[in-house]
């Protein structure tokens, strides 16, 4: 079991930054990959950014590439997401996800086997 607790979320106007934390704990060394996942109200839960846990390899969706960064310091099992220029479009419930075992497709829901419980990140126009 791997348990995942998101921070960081909160109201901003446009064009300010938030800090996102995703704090893991359990069997953590089972984690290949973590995932950051938003879902806005009416529409699918949608992929924004992955990490490997190990590695540290990056993936990025396109409409946050140049705006977002992932990092991750495994001494203390947590993943950041710094958000930059935000916009009202970027408002959502954002969610972390890992994936364990083997690697599945980086950016589908159903590759992730453990998810937080989610933080609200609103931005105004």
């Known amino acids: 079991q791997v348990q995942l607790v998101e921070s960081g979320g909160g109201l901003v106007q446009a064009g300010g930054s938030l800090r996102l934390s995703c704090a893991a704990s359990?069997?953590?060394?089972?984690?290949?990959?973590v995932g950051w996942f938003r879902q806005a109200p009416g529409k699918e839960r949608e992929f924004v950014v992955a990490i490997g846990w190990s590695g540290g390899r990056t993936y990025y969706a396109d409409s946050v590439k140049g705006r977002i960064t992932i990092t991750r310091d495994n001494a203390k099992n947590t993943v950041y997401l710094q958000m930059n220029s935000l916009k009202p479009e970027d408002t959502a419930v954002y969610y972390c996800?890992?994936?364990?075992?083997?690697?599945?497709?980086?950016?589908?829901?159903?590759?992730?086997?453990?998810w937080g419980q989610g933080t609200q990140v609103t931005v105004s126009s």
């Open positions: 996800a890992a994936n364990i075992g083997s690697p599945g497709t980086y950016y589908s829901s159903g590759a992730y086997n453990y």
């Open positions: 359990g069997r953590t060394s089972s984690v290949y990959r």
